[in-house]
Each structure stands twice: as C-alpha cells, then as structure tokens.
C-alpha cells in the first residue's frame, strides 16, 4: 500500500545498460529530462523535508551549498512565504548553511505579529482560523530555532498564549488545526487542552479501499494527532500494522513532505530501525555532493532530451519503441500548451518519428526547409544551430540541401569547433561530399592532439569525429589524445553509461554522450566508450 502512485513499466525489454535511461523519465510529463538536472538540489519546501527526515533518522546531515545558492534558495522561500518561507529554511540553516536566516529574520517575523495575538502570513492572509494558526505555528518555529523565544515580551507571550487556548474550542475535530495548535503550546511550554489531546486517532480499517489523494489527507491527519499526543507528552498508539506496508512500498517514491510525515508517524510508534531502511536508502542515494538533496520528481522532461536519449538508443542497437514516451508526446500536444515555436515543433516532429516509425509529416519538410529554423547559409556563430537542426531534421525523416558555408580562420578553439561542425553536420545529413575545401584533416589533427585546448568534452570530440571523418586515422597519438580529453569523463551516478561536460563542469549530459559515442562508432568501437555489445549492433 502507498500514498501515490508511479506509472507502471512500458513494456520495453532492453539489456540492463539501457535501463539506465528510465531513471530520466519525468514524473511531470514522462519525457526524458537532461540529466544535468539531477545535481540540482530540491527546492526549498522539498530540501526541508528531506533534511528534517535524515536528522529523524539520526543522519546529522550537514550541507555545504554555495553561498550564492544559498541566497538564491533563501530568495525564493521567502518569494512563496515570509513565515512558512523562513521555517523551510530552518534544517539549511541547522546543517551548516548559516547564510539562510540571518539576525534581521527575528525581528521580520515578529514584525507580522497581530494584536490579537497571532501571526499573519501575506502569502495565507489573515482570513480565519486555519491561516491564523499555520502562521503562527510557523512564526513560533523560527523563533526557536533562532533562539529567539525567550526574548518574547511577556505580555505578547501571554496574548498568544490566551488567542490559542481560545480558539482549541473552535478547532472541532480538525486534525491538521489540532496539530498546529498543540505544536505551538508545545514550543510556549503550555499544556495542550484535552479537548485536543482526546480527539479520536484517524481509522486505519478502511486503509486499503482509499483513493490515492484519501490515503494522502489520511496520512496528514494521522501525523497531525501524533503531533497533538507528543505535545501532551503522551506516546502514539498508531497501527504500525498498516502504516510500516505504506513506507515499505512508497519509500523511493512518496514525495518528501509524505516521506518526512510518515517517518514521523513510525517513529513516534515505536517502529524498529530496520523498517526505514528504505528511506535511508533513498536519501543517501539523493544526496549532492554539498550535502544537499535532489528531487528527481520536480525535473521536467522535454523532447529536446528525449531525442538525445532516442539518438543513444539507436546508436547502441537499442529499440526505440517507448508506447509511454509517445503518450507523453500526444499529451503535451493535445493540452494546448504546446510551444509552437519552429524548433520546437520540429523536435515533436522528429521524436514521432524516430519513437513511432512513422514517415515525415508535412510539417516536418515545411520547417526544415523555412531558413528562420535551418539557416540557408552557415557561419561562424549559427554553426550549431544548423547543425543540430539538420540533424533534427534526419531524425524526422526529411532531408536537406547544402546550405552556404561562409569561412573562418581555423586558429582558435572555438573556430575550429565551429569548422568541425561543419563537418559534422554534412556528414550527419548524408552531404559528407560537401566539405568545403579550406576544411581540412591537416588542420584539425593538430587540435585533435591537444583536447586540453578546449573547454568541454563534446566540443572535443566533434573536433575528433570531423578529422576521423576528413581521413584521419587512429594512430597511437590520437588514441592517447582521446584516452586523456574523453575517458577520464565517463560514468555518472546511477549513469554509468553517460559522460560528463568536463571543462570543469562534473554535470552529466546526453549531448556529451551522443558525441562520444558517435565518435567511437566511427572509430569502429575502439576506444570502447560504447555500450557492451553495440559496436555489433547499433545503427
């Protein structure tokens, strides 16, 4: 039993290097995402969770993020919320990213205080119970955390404290009121009132007939009355029966907030260490190397990424059928909210084709043939835009003209990227012929020796394909070139298979590995930077 659900297998059987792919599916919109975004933290509200989860299982997790993240995740926590924003930050600040509250966030806080006692958050307003009391319940959070509390005036203390009783008597068996009233005595050292403390724990018999979104409010609901006991001092009688199955089967899937909740609800019941396992191992899997954790579940796919990893499949002699990549595909564009702009288009166009099988649709030849989407003439600065868009365009099944190609001194990095890209692009769209003359493998063996002239790893290799392309040949020193500018880039977490940027830049990218392992399958899969088995098999 869970809380939510995850979209069931495909139905694809691939060998086990190519299911590396399905931990870039987007839980947003189920294309692929780039996995650079996986060394994205989570943002504020999900990194809080996920902090105060490993301290609950006695992780003392420590962060060391930048401080410029710092500034921007403090920025955008108190973008959604000055009080809830703040309390988000608390765990970041408690690990060792002090740039997260500052002295000015006490007074703030107490600056949104009301007369009546309560505190009011712009982002809840000030309209009833419910946002008086979560604003509160926050506010009184970061004050403790700050250390703040004490310092409290006596007579703000006591309106608070009077404004709280008060409203116990209007909570009327509202759990998640409950939990923010009795935790917000808890932190003033009062007693919670019994009308509290004897509202009845949540059923748990009816648990395997819920919806999805039931067992959700049933799971907030139960952490709300363990809150109210633990603030009474009293132990939870929580079914450990039920609930132990849910962490078992949601643990690598629950979003944090659920995580962190039920943990809670575990713990507080006595549950033995061996049930969080999972979660453990979850967490640990996520973290960054600032300690931070990511969110694999907030990424959004695209189809730019997805006809990379189409791309990677078709050169490993991998199948590229995906029935779930194509329901993505017709559910973005049958939502209305589709980009339709020409590039994008036109990476539809071709992931249809490449994913489906289907021949060139006629848009597809109208925009690979409109000069504002594929440039009629190629320079120095437009190279990789025609470039990727021809390729674009042979992965939609249409092909295209030789464009004009301006000319450039090749005796700089980025020229002679640029020139490789020429190269490259004729050759990716059968004009191989075409290669101007002032392009030559002379030329480019002289950069293909040094890849620590150039500042990524794809760069390099498109400079390494384009001279293999013009002739050149893999003697010792190009290999030993290529073993220092590409090797050292390979495996990424959970990816072995991918190459990272380079350049100083450790991110794992699809763009890199497409050029790496093009250039190995030219190289007839010497380098061995292909997949087991694909210099046999792929395409």
Known sequence: MSCTFADGDSGRREPATARQFDLLVSEQNGYYYHPFLRQEPAGPQDQSYALRTLAELGRDPRTGMAAPRVASFRREALEASPLWGREWLVPLWRTGAREALGAGDAAEVNRLRAAGGWYVDPALGDDGDPARLGATWAALEVLDALGRLPELPAADRSATVSWLRATAGRVHGRLDLAGALASSLRLLGEPVPARLTGIPAPRTDDFADLTSGARAVRLADTYSWVLVQEAAGKRPAVDRRVWEPVLRDGAATLPHDQLHDLVHVLRAAGSPVAVFAPVLERLDGERLDDGTVRDPGAYLGSPDASLFVQRLRALAGWSREDPALLTALEREESSGEASEEGPERLNRAAL????????????????????????????????????????????????????????????????????????????????????????????????????????????????????????????????????????????????????????????????????????????????????????????
């Open 352 to 539: 249809r084709t490449v994913t489906g099988g289907g021949a060139a649709d006629g848009a597809a030849r109208t925009l690979c043939a409109d000069p504002r989407v594929l440039p009629a003439t190629v320079t120095e600065q437009n190279t990789t835009q025609w470039q990727r868009t021809t390729l674009t365009c042979a992965d939609a099944g249409v092909s295209t003209g030789v464009p004009a190609i301006g000319s450039w001194p090749a005796d700089t990095p980025d020229r002679v990227v640029a020139a490789a890209t020429v190269v490259v692009g004729l050759a990716d769209s059968g004009r191989r012929d075409a290669v101007p003359s002032w392009i030559d493998a002379a030329t480019l063996k002289r950069w293909a020796l040094h890849p620590d002239r150039f500042t990524s790893v794809y760069g390099y290799t498109l400079v390494a394909r384009a001279y293999a392309l013009l002739g050149g040949r893999l003697d010792a020193a190009l290999r030993e070139a290529l073993g220092r500018g590409v090797t050292p880039y390979g495996g990424c977490p959970g990816l072995p298979g991918l190459y990272r940027v380079g350049g100083g830049d450790e991110a794992c990218d699809l763009k890199t590995t497409w050029g790496v392992w093009t250039l190995d399958r030219q190289l007839d899969g010497a380098m061995g930077w292909l997949p087991a088995g694909a210099t046999e098999n792929g395409k």
